[in-house]
């Protein structure tokens, strides 16, 4: 009788863990910059918070979309310049005299999604796997930006761009947090409560029976990789109007970001399993490294070593403990 | 008489159920000793433990006089013991040769440095090919076999090692039965070597014809076990094994035939796929009427069913429902029109293995119901459940609760959740391709009768089985497919077994 119930603990620990494991590195993380920052006092304060929270939002974002590509057991490393691109493209509208809501709607919006499209046709159609279609299409989009941009950066937009993206809630929460916060409440509600979630999972879980129970395999193939590219796009939208400008070289090497945060978030590799507040979570781990380094005074360029190490110490942690189960 | 094998009050539980409880077996050299029981008796678990994968909560594994509180895979095959498991386990990646000896490819010595022996490999793989009656090249990827070929593939690959105890967890649930007669002259012929062999089967026939003890199990628990040899007919093993007699016959075929014009459900006229394995094949399928398919193996019957329901390329021919033609471009159309199609592969193309038991059974209806190729509208959670619940109990499925993961349920269980799938889509015209795979003697009768519920409702069904007495049972009318094509249509009054092997051959 007593190893029945051990049994039980075990199996309902390794479900909890599931869901909360995510956010049981987090607090573990804080717990550790906390107690290494060079200023203590300056780390756990709102001001600082807010910060991570702030720096944390694209990551979250184009980590989300790439949530949907691992989801299908495919993978987009194209979130990188489709974003970089999407930027470009909506300060090329602005700078030429489009309102700029709609220059940001046709730029980054519409922008990412036609990109995506192009991403999930080429996979549809060649059958190649994602990875080496999205490596292939990450090269154009980057060609692309030098082509339109000549390899200089589009500044001067109008005041109003910067002014919405950076606008602080109650003079302290600025919108980029809130976008990123409201496309998560959004797709979280896809992934759990709309069949368009269910079909998701359905193909990431067995893409042969997903077929024969009537989910066509294209067609959720081009749905996700333009959620995929419209993340990417907002994103886009968000880094733009942060740094004031639409650089060619933006967001290089983000789509390590974009898979970290998705695989911190316990998204698994072979599809059909992960969850979206796992992966917002998996992309403040991001941040939080980045903001920690700093404050733990780590020199720049032992910053990405130590970023490498706690990436792969945060997914070993819970295969770890995953692997614990039988 | 030496024994094996013996396993001692074995007991394994698993969150919510004990699988077994206190089970006491033995195996003794050169015996086929056969394994019964129902869907979820604990069957596969038991051999899951002697097969090292799991670890049984309280017991004792005695081998060679050693005795074992459990073993792990590698312990287990050095002890001689192989298992050819219910859910075949080759790899759709690798070759014929390579799944044979994967995780033991034997080397040569080359210059002194270990290379892979491909010649002894290749040798070896054709030889096993050519025992379990494999007409294929060695080097053949197994992805492009059908799944009665996957078998003997996973037949081929526990005989190629020398074993001393040899489990057998359901090897001919995809065996056509000349298959099936070639398999046991091998069980013949190995038991005559001394290796004692467990095997597990839910074709009660072949027990008699293989078996030297019979065990039967219970909700884990143990019935009793028995000489065959005193076993006076197949009925005693069934009150056994489900507590009370089975009356074999609960239905009756009804005479029917494909002159009849009249509410024709169903047709398919000049149907042929790109690669010729179905060749302009045409058929009717009338209201009410329980069209049974018969064949040997890779006569075209799955690739049929395929094409008819989008999921197979089509090369030419048309689809009525109703009297009215109708586009198939993709499964989604098929499941729109009202067709079903109860795939032959559960593993690979029927349950979604990261899904609840629910989500598998809602998995069609919410298609149904949506456009957009299934893209729009909220799931209804309550509605999903309560199509569980009824589909659980109308089909008996043993499990915890409408909430455990499906892979979770023994295999004759996955098998009927799929069936829930696929009565829940409300289908006009359901084709089920080999629908009681893995399911009990039991419940077997329960599907029949719910397929002539079906039809009585007014919808057509199909059927394709390599079980001759099962279609002769069930299908008011049969048709035999040799070589892609139609050789034989029969009514149930004239069908019988011989008609239809002659046909087929
Ligand atoms: N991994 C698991 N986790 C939880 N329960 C399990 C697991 N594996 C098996 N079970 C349960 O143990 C019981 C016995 O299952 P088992 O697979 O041994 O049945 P079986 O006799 O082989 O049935 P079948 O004829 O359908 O193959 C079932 O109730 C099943 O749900
Ligand atoms: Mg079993």
Not at chain 1, 164 to 179: E, K, L, S
Not at chain 1, 227 to 238: L, P
Request: hydrophobic content about 45%; proline content about 2%; some cysteine.
């Amino acid at each position: 009788m007593e190893s029945t119930d051990n049994l039980k603990q075990k199996k309902s620990f390794s479900q909890i863990w599931e869901r909360f494991g995510t956010l049981a590195i987090l607090i573990l993380l804080v717990i550790f910059i906390a107690l290494f920052s060079a200023d203590k006092s300056k780390f756990l304060t709102t001001s600082n918070i807010i910060n991570i929270l702030y720096q944390s939002s694209d990551k979250i974002i184009i980590g989300l979309g790439e949530f949907f590509a691992i989801l299908i057991a495919g993978i987009d490393l194209s979130v990188g310049s489709i974003l970089a691109l999407t930027g470009i493209l909506a300060g090329k509208l602005m700078n030429a005299g489009m309102p700029v809501m709609l220059a940001v709607f046709l730029g980054c919006i519409v922008g990412g999604a036609v990109m995506g499209a192009i991403n999930g046709l080429l996979v549809n159609f060649t059958g190649v796997h994602p990875f080496i279609i999205t490596l292939g299409t990450n090269w154009i989009f980057r060609g692309l930006i030098m082509i339109i941009s000549d390899a200089r950066a589009v500044s001067g937009f109008p005041p109003e761009f910067k002014a919405i993206i950076n606008y602080r809630i109650f003079g302290q929460i600025p919108m980029a947090i809130i976008i990123a916060l409201l496309l998560a409440l959004i797709l979280w509600f896809v992934t759990t409560r709309t069949k368009l979630g269910r079909n998701i999972y359905a193909f990431g879980g067995n893409r042969e029976a997903a077929w024969f129970s009537g989910i066509n395999i294209k067609f959720y193939t081009l749905i996700v990789f333009i959620i995929s590219g419209v993340c990417a796009g907002i994103a886009g939208m968000v880094i733009t109007a942060k740094t004031g400008a639409a650089e060619p070289l933006a967001a290089s090497g983000y789509e390590t970001f974009a898979i970290a945060a998705a695989i911190i978030g316990g998204t698994s590799f072979f599809g059909g399993k992960g969850r979206v507040w796992n992966v917002v979570i998996g992309g403040l781990v991001i941040g939080l490294i980045n903001n920690g380094l700093n404050m733990m005074r780590v020199d720049t360029f032992y910053q990405q070593v130590v970023m490498g190490a706690l990436i792969i110490s945060a997914v070993s942690l819970d295969t770890f403990v995953m692997r614990q189960k039988k | 008489m030496t024994k094996l094998i013996e396993v001692q009050h074995i007991t394994k539980e698993f969150p919510g159920v004990t699988a077994l409880d206190d089970i006491s077996f033995d195996l003794n050299e050169g015996e086929v000793h056969v394994l019964v029981g129902e869907n979820g008796a604990g069957k596969s678990t038991l051999m899951k433990i002697l097969s090292g994968v799991y670890t049984p909560t309280g017991g004792n594994i005695i081998i060679d006089g050693n005795s074992y509180s459990h073993l792990n895979p590698t312990l287990s095959q050095e002890l001689g013991i192989s298992i050819i498991y219910q859910e075949l386990s080759v790899i759709n990646e690798l070759s014929i040769a390579e799944n044979l000896f994967i995780g033991r490819l034997p080397t040569k010595q080359v210059v002194g440095v270990p290379v892979v022996d491909w010649k002894f490999i290749n040798g070896k793989a054709a030889e096993m090919l050519k025992m379990v009656g494999l007409k294929k090249n060695p080097s053949t990827v197994v992805e492009e076999l059908s799944i009665s070929e996957k078998q003997l593939v996973e037949i081929a690959k526990a005989l190629v090692m020398e074993t001393r105890i040899l489990i057998m967890d359901e090897p001919t649930s995809s065996l056509t039965p000349e298959e099936i007669q070639r398999l046991f002259k091998i069980i013949r012929n190995l038991r005559s070597k001394g290796v004692g062999i467990i095997y597990i089967s839910h074709k009660l026939d072949e027990i008699n014809q293989i078996g030297d003890r019979v065990t039967v199990l219970k909700d884990g628990g143990l019935v009793g076990s028995k000489k065959l040899s005193e076993v006076q007919s197949k009925e005693e093993i069934v009150v056994m094994m489900v507590g009370r007699e089975l009356k074999d016959k609960y239905f009756s075929t009804r005479q029917s035939s494909e002159d009849r014009e009249d509410e024709i459900i169903f047709e398919a006229r000049n149907i042929s796929t790109p690669d010729q394995k179905v060749k302009d094949v045409s058929f009717k399928l009338h209201k009410h009427e329980i069209l049974g398919f018969a064949g040997l193996m890779g006569a075209g019957r799955t690739e049929l069913m395929n094409a008819i329901f989008g999921a197979g390329k089509k090369e030419s021919g048309s689809i009525y429902l109703n009297g009215e033609e109708v586009q198939i471009n993709d499964t989604y159309d098929a499941v729109k029109k009202g067709l079903a199609l109860l795939t032959e592969n559960r593993r690979e193309t029927g349950f979604f293995h990261n899904f609840e038991i629910f989500k598998n059974v809602s998995a069609v209806e919410n298609l149904k119901h949506s456009k957009l190729k299934g893209a729009t509208g909220l799931i209804n959670t309550n509605s999903e459940k309560q199509m569980a619940e009824q589909q659980k109990e109308a089909l008996a499925i043993k499990c915890t609760s409408i909430f455990q993961n499906i892979t979770e349920l023994s295999g004759g269980n996955q098998q009927k959740v799929i069936i829930g799938k696929w009565l829940c889509a409300n289908a006009e015209v359901i084709l089920f391709d080999e629908p009681t795979r893995g399911i009990d003697v039991g419940s077997k009768s329960e599907i029949y009768k719910i397929m002539r519920q079906l039809v009585d409702d007014g919808k057509g069904v199909i059927m394709v089985s390599s079980e001759l007495p099962e279609l002769l049972s069930v299908c008011d009318r049969i048709l035999v497919f040799r070589k892609g094509e139609i050789s034989a249509r029969l009514t149930s009054a004239e069908a019988t077994e011989e008609k239809i092997i002659l046909a087929a051959t």
